[in-house]
C-alpha cells in the first residue's frame, strides 16, 4: 500500500498550490482521507479530511483557505490551498484509514511534500 504525496513547493505568502495523492496497492473508495502538516519543531496536525461519500471537514486555522477533494475511481485525494501565510510552512502528509472519522493516528501514512510560504 502507498499513499504518494506530491504538489508541494516554495511560493509567497498569499499564493496557492495543490496538493495531490495517488493511492496504490488498495482500493480506498470506501476509507476517509485526508492530510496533516508538521512544521518544524512542532507536532503533527491534522488539516482536512473527507470520508467516501464526500463529506469535507478541515482544521479552524485552514477553513475558507483550503478546499479538499477526492476521485475514488482515480483512488486520489487532493488539497487546493489558497491564500498561503508563513505558518502554513509546513511537511505536508496524506493519510488513509478505514474508520469513518480520520483519528489521529491514521492506519496509512504516505510520504511528505514540503510546503514553504515566504513573507
Known amino acids: 500500500v502507498q499513499l504518494q504525496a506530491s504538489g508541494g513547493g516554495l511560493v509567497q505568502a498569499g499564493g496557492s498550490l495543490r496538493l495531490s495523492c495517488a493511492a496504490s496497492?488498495?482500493?480506498?473508495?470506501?476509507?476517509?482521507m485526508g492530510w496533516f502538516r508538521q512544521a518544524p519543531g512542532k507536532e503533527r496536525e491534522f488539516v482536512a479530511a473527507?470520508?467516501?461519500?464526500?463529506?469535507?471537514y478541515s482544521a479552524d486555522s485552514v477553513k475558507g483557505r483550503f478546499t479538499i477533494s477526492r476521485d475514488n475511481a482515480k483512488n486520489t485525494v487532493n488539497l487546493q490551498v489558497n491564500s498561503l501565510k508563513p505558518e502554513d510552512t509546513a511537511v505536508y502528509y496524506c493519510a488513509a484509514d478505514p474508520r469513518a472519522v480520520m483519528p489521529a493516528k491514521p492506519t496509512y501514512w504516505g510520504q511528505g511534500t514540503q510546503v514553504t510560504v515566504s513573507s
Open positions: 473527507i470520508t467516501w461519500s464526500g463529506i469535507q
Open positions: 496497492g488498495h482500493t480506498f473508495s470506501n476509507y476517509v
